[in-house]
């Protein structure tokens, strides 16, 4: 039997606890972060899906590099030739045409981020590429001075001036590209392609043993080029683009220095401004095997 003067010793003294504990907590509670404080979300345009091409990949194995994504807490869409297929058929009967016409998995897997990146928007990623910063990134949002809104499309420089034998300078990236869906510089990509793949049939037929001029065709030269295109850009900003330091808005299109997306070997691999990392499987290069050469990363 317990008696109301010791339930009282054994209350009392709880409660003091938990009052003790109470008033700790809220004192030990580390002052809000003036990044995080502000606490509605960050406004974003980008839609926070990534996107896989997997084109001529027989059995995909998940390997470290997409896990990255699919523990990002967006969601992840893989897209077969057969779903590219139909997409083309969704946005422009003639996309499907020159999808249907183009001659390798490398074009094809090209051409296919350009249709999802326009046709859905997102963050699109070669399948070696690996997440190294948790998404939403901050440069998905308004820049800092409100003075715009968020980026419509974030676009990463492949090289900076230590960089050398790019075909082009500046040269962007593409293998990661975020974007809003409809962006125009997609649409001008797409439409760069579907242009000009008649004329580098004809010229892939006339020389049989010649390997398909992937960058110029579908690759970072025409994506360069239509990236450029859009920003029309000043000599003086084609000049500073060529060595960026800082992430530089134009129009609506934020551009990211090289350390972004574009590490090599051998670079500060600590920096916190690197977003991706890309371990060159050698896809557009070994055209013939470089689905062999990803299997490894298993
Ligand atoms: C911030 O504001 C300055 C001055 O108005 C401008 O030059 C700069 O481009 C802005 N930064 C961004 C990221 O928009
Ligand atoms: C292909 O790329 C090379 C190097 O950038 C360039 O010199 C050439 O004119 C391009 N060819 C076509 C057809 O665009
Ligand atoms: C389809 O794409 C072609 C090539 O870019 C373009 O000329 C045409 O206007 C597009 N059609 C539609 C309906 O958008």
Redesign the pocket.
């Known amino acids: 039997m317990i008696r109301p003067l010791a339930l009282l010793r054994i209350i009392v003294p709880l409660y003091a606890l938990i009052l003790l504990i109470l008033y700790l907590r809220r004192d030990t509670t580390p002052p809000s972060d003036p990044e995080t404080k502000s606490s509605p979300p960050l406004e974003i345009l980008i839609p926070k899906t990534i996107h896989h091409v997997m084109i001529a990949i027989p059995k995909f194995k998940p390997n470290s590099h997409s896990i990255s994504w699919q523990q990002s807490g967006w969601k992840v869409e893989y897209w077969t030739e057969d779903a590219c297929s139909e997409l083309a058929q969704e946005l422009n009967t003639s996309y499907a045409e020159t999808f249907q016409q183009l001659p390798s998995a490398v074009l094809k897997s090209d051409f296919c981020r350009y249709m999802v990146m326009y046709g859905r928007g997102g963050v699109y990623n070669d399948l070696d590429v690996h997440l190294m910063k948790a998404l939403p990134w901050k440069v998905m949002g308004p820049p800092r001075n409100g003075s715009k809104g968020p980026p419509s499309l974030i676009v990463g420089l492949e090289g900076d001036a230590t960089t050398k034998g790019l075909?082009?300078s500046p040269q962007f990236v593409q293998w990661t590209i975020a974007s809003a869906p409809e962006h125009p510089v997609l649409l001008d990509a797409l439409g760069r392609i579907t242009e000009r793949t008649p004329e580098f049939l004809k010229k892939q037929q006339a020389d049989k043993n010649g390997d398909a001029?992937v960058?110029?065709w579908t690759g970072p030269?025409v994506w360069t080029d239509a990236v450029l295109a859009y920003l029309s850009c000043t000599d003086m900003q084609l000049e500073k683009l060529r060595d960026l330091r800082m992430a530089v808005r134009i129009k609506d299109v934020l551009i990211l220095p090289k350390r972004a997306f574009a590490v090599i070997q051998g670079e500060d691999h600590k920096n916190p401004d690197i977003l991706v990392k890309h371990y060159f499987s050698g896809m557009w290069k070994h055209e013939k095997s470089w689905w062999s050469k990803l299997l490894p990363f298993g």
């Open positions: 075909p082009r001029d960058m110029n030269s």
